[in-house]
């Protein structure tokens, strides 16, 4: 079954939601977090016409999400779900709640400076649907635990600006939902004591029959002075948003509410278990008890409810196909002729929603600008179709060309990827690890650094002026030399050890390499010189490694042994800035050669001066795996290393030639 | 047809001067004010979005998730009515109130930018609310993103306090200690303390840090580049130290989700401000 259902705002606001069981608020930010801030699951940013079904489904530990999207309103809708249920129709579920959804509320959506939505009573129409969909699941495992709206009742009558937004709307909520919605489920039986959230449905629905007229009866007198205001609340919205539904028995029901209402509990339980016993009812069924004469008003609003939600769901389909008749066959040649004139005109002045024909001839400049920029040319297409997904259907401001606006998306699209989830302040990591604070139990130990990459990149290079920055700043480093296969590679490393010796002798730092010459087992070296280190009492290992090609398996394989014998506590990735669209390659492999639990933590981008303008590498670097830059390298000294800065990138990108 | 000088020379001034006379009408008779704003800033999960419900709502805050964009809502504060320390005003008619705009932004680390975006792009920022979760600020993983955040913010702002020309302001700020309800929750001396302490460190470890990319040689020691917080050359980061910039920084303690000790301390700062 169903664990929750929540239709929330891309400002965070959870608009209406419905829970079957507890669900930690925790799943569903990590799924925003990942399906839409870092946009981990692979996805291009998403669009709006997908339905549920062309959504990657988002798993957790236990459970399954399945969502859709709309984007022009900013909601999300997600249903929640045991992962070990395979609930085919959730699908449909999801792709039909949006709709309607949409079509109710979709006006108040779409007032600014207001997160109020008013939507109590959409819980009705969702259990139509659920009931619709849901034939195969049994009748009493649906109880829902709790069921909220925008806004909570406190108070009776408080209002805000004229609208009510609680008390009485919530108990009209509650009384209809309760009395009048004749679903066979436990539910109808409720107790409509307003605001209060019944504690355990449970019971109720094991609830003996007496049991439970002694219940109803109970809360009749309560119910039947918010009936009046229920049915007086629902002829105000169904102004604004029940369009099409048929009052058949409008006066009626207005008349006969004081008076049955006192003893409302027993027809409606009378009808209760008849529904219970028939199953779902039709129309058949409510002529038939209306005929006896013990009718409830809810027959006729279960019929009403889902002709209207079946009307909303046939005029979005037949909107749809109207639309994509309207695109096929053009308008005449004056409608025509019109048209490119307008759209000429608003291309110049702004105002202008785009389309995919608009957008189309744009995006392939934009692309090849940035395979220009060195950009690999996977990288660079899904950007510009993330982009180009995002703009479908927006409005140009004034005086704003459809390249401008790209020019714009493509910016904030570039700094949201390229910026790092978390602080990468290399200086704080180390200080909290070498020296704990003492209320946490950790014991002081040497933070380990260690860097790979390709043959040829400067692993050496970066490694000793990582070295130095580090020296500066006064820390006692240990270099171990991991390069146990290539001829020269200890030697190489000694000469930087002498020199960052002479260098920042008076600084105060102090550096010494650990070296087993060569043959060794890399893995091994690297854990000894851990361990040296921890006994005599160094800030830093610096590991270096071999290079090696990263689409050979023998030599990437070594790697997950490594990560698992030094424990580094970072690894960075030294990526050339040459390179070009094989950085993608590069990337993935070396992210993925550190075994399940491990991955990157950090790219270098190095020779970052010999290509000017053309930084692409590093787009494509983070593009493929989602780890930061962490340091780029721009000259040849050992002073010439930078923290990566978003801004700088994305100027660069996004320059003229 | 030989018109007089004096007919050009009228004729010539009417039609220079219509456009500009129109222009000056139009401008002075529309009074566009914006109202003053109020930035919701703060790591994510610090109860931000909540807040902003809660204030709107007036009752009880609607359950939220992860923002991803920012969002503003109108309010009204006063300061002379008879709910004035109280957020639930909605239907308080004593008292002037003044309209102002709250704005919520997403906390998310990638999403930073816009919100500091928000913060340098908003007109008339009137203060800014910091929100951070006391209960999660005892584990250092927690603090030290929180603090950072908290260190670009004030940075941000000392720059816009000390910069010379037309955008010059001097913007309060308030850390709202969040989740003062819950078990874990550090008291506010205690909230200060830490973030102290920590902004301290990173002031240190930024100042020993590598150069930022981009930054060319020529930069390098220029007053753009200098991002020193607070009193230069000080040993440790106090918030006092931001009043030299006309920086007033506040801690006070509150909670969204209960009664007591409730969100009504943190009101009444905003509403003073306004």
């Not at chain 1, 070990?84 to 449909?92: E, M, T």
């Not at chain 2, 050009?8 to 001034?13: D, F, R």
């Amino acid at each position: 079954m169903l664990d929750a259902f929540e239709v929330l705002t891309t400002s965070g606001v959870v608009l209406w939601s419905r829970s079957y069981a507890p669900v930690s608020p925790s799943i569903v930010n990590n799924f925003i977090a990942d399906t839409f801030i870092e946009e981990k699951t692979g996805s291009i940013a998403p669009s709006d016409s997908q339905s549920a079904a062309t959504n990657p489904a988002y798993r957790s530990d236990q459970h399954t999400l399945k969502w859709t999207f709309v984007k022009e309103l900013g909601l999300i809708f997600v249903v929640v779900y045991r992962s070990l249920l395979h609930l085919s129709w959730v699908d449909k579920l999801v792709d039909n709640i949006k709709t309607i959804f949409v079509e109710l509320y979709g006006e108040q959506l779409t007032k600014p400076h207001t997160t109020l939505v008013e939507c109590h009573s959409f819980g009705e129409y969702f259990d139509q649907q659920l009931q619709e969909l849901d034939k195969s699941s049994t009748v009493g495992s649906i109880n829902p635990i709790d069921d909220q709206g925008s806004s909570r009742p406190s108070a009776a009558g408080l209002t805000y600006r004229g609208r009510t937004i609680n008390g009485g709307a919530a108990a009209a909520q509650d009384t209809t939902s309760a009395d009048s919605t004749p679903v066979p489920t436990p539910n109808a039986s409720r107790p409509s004591t307003p605001g209060v959230v019944v504690a355990k449905a449970g019971p109720v629905a094991k609830m003996s029959r007496r049991a439970r007229k002694a219940h109803n009866s109970g809360s009749a007198p309560a119910s039947s002075g918010d009936e009046a205001l229920s049915s007086n609340r629902q002829k105000k919205s169904g102004k604004a948003t029940k369009k099409g539904r048929k009052w058949n028995a409008e006066g009626f029901a207005d008349e006969e509410d004081d008076d049955v209402q006192l003893d409302y509990s027993r027809p409606s339980l009378t009808s209760d278990s008849e529904a219970e016993a028939v199953g779902r009812s039709s129309a058949l069924d409510a002529v038939d008890s209306s005929t006896w004469g013990s009718t409830s008003k809810g027959k006729f609003i279960l019929k009403d409810l889902g002709d209207e939600v079946h009307d909303i769901l046939a005029s979005a389909q037949a909107q749809k196909a109207q639309k994509s008749a309207r695109s096929e066959t053009k308008t005449g040649l004056l409608g025509s002729g019109v048209n490119a004139i307008s759209g000429l005109f608003r291309n110049v002045v702004g105002g202008k929603t785009l389309t995919k024909e608009d957008l189309d001839k744009a995006m392939k400049g934009m692309e090849e600008h940035l395979l220009r920029k060195n950009v690999a040319r996977e990288a660079a297409v899904r950007l510009c179709e993330g982009v180009e997904k995002e703009l479908i259907g927006v409005k140009t401001g004034n005086f704003e060309s459809i390249n401008a606006k790209i020019q714009s998306a493509m910016e904030s699209s570039l700094t949201k990827m390229l910026t790092p989830t978390s602080s990468l302040d290399l200086l704080r990591e180390i200080d909290s690890i070498t020296s704990p604070p003492a209320t946490s139990l950790r014991k002081a130990r040497p933070y380990v650094i260690s860097i790979v990459g390709v043959n040829g990149v400067g692993k050496s290079t970066n490694l000793s002026k990582i070295c130095f920055f580090l020296l500066q700043n006064k820390y006692k480093v240990l270099i171990a030399a991991g390069d146990t296969f290539r001829s020269g590679a200890v030697e190489q490393l000694a000469v930087h050890v002498r020199n960052l010796k002479e260098l920042t002798a008076r600084e105060g730092g102090r550096v010494e390499l650990y070296q087993k010459g060569y043959g060794k087992d890399a893995a091994a070296v690297a854990k000894d010189a851990v361990n040296h280190a921890a006994q005599e009492g160094y800030d830093v290992v610096l590991i270096d490694t071999a290079g090696r090609r990263h689409n050979d398996q023998r030599l990437m394989s070594s790697l997950e042994k490594f990560a698992k014998f030094a424990q580094p506590d970072k690894i960075l990735m030294v990526g050339e800035a040459l390179v070009g669209t094989d950085s993608v390659a590069q990337a993935r492999n070396f992210n993925a050669a550190f075994g399940s639990d491990r991955a990157l933590d950090g790219f270098i981008i190095s020779k970052c001066d010999t290509v000017g303008d053309m930084v692409g590498t590093l787009v494509s670097l983070v593009h493929a795996t989602n780890v930061p830059v962490v340091f780029v390298g721009v000259g040849q000294h050992y002073s010439d290393l930078r923290n990566f800065s978003v801004k700088w990138a994305v100027e660069k990108l996004l320059s003229g030639n | 047809m030989t018109p007089s000088l004096p007919v050009i020379v009228i004729g010539i001034i009417l039609i220079l001067g219509a456009p500009i006379l129109l222009h000056l009408l139009l401008s002075s008779s529309s009074t566009y004010t914006t109202p003053p704003s109020v930035l919701l800033l703060g790591p994510d999960n610090a109860g931000k979005t909540a807040l902003l419900t809660l204030f709107e709502r007036g009752s009880q805050p609607a359950a939220t998730h992860t923002s991803q964009v920012a969002h503003s809502i109108e309010l009204n504060a006063s300061t002379d009515s008879v709910t004035r320390s109280s957020f639930r005003n909605h239907d308080d008619a004593t008292g002037t109130h003044t309209k102002f705009f709250l704005v919520d932004t997403p906390g998310h680390g990638k999403l930073r930018n816009v919100a500091m975006g928000r913060l340098a792009r908003t007109e008339k920022v009137k203060a800014v609310v910091f929100m951070v979760d006391a209960a999660a600020l005892g584990e250092h993983d927690i603090l030290a993103p929180t603090a950072a955040y908290l260190y670009d913010v004030l940075l941000f702002l000392q720059k816009k306090a000390t910069s010379k020309g037309k955008d010059k302001a001097s913007i309060p700020v308030l850390i709202a200690a969040n989740k003062m309800d819950l078990f874990t929750a550090l008291p506010a001396t205690m909230v200060k303390s830490h973030l102290e302490v920590e902004l301290s460190r990173i002031r240190a470890s930024r100042s020993k840090g590598l150069l930022d990319s981009g930054v060319g040689m020529d930069d390098v020691g220029s007053e753009e580049q200098d991002g020193w917080l607070g009193e230069y050359g000080s040993e440790k980061f106090t918030f006092q130290q931001m009043g030299e910039f006309d920086i007033n920084v506040e801690v006070l303690p509150g909670s969204v989700l209960t009664e007591e000790p409730g969100a009504d301390k943190w009101w009444w700062w905003i509403a003073q401000r306004i």
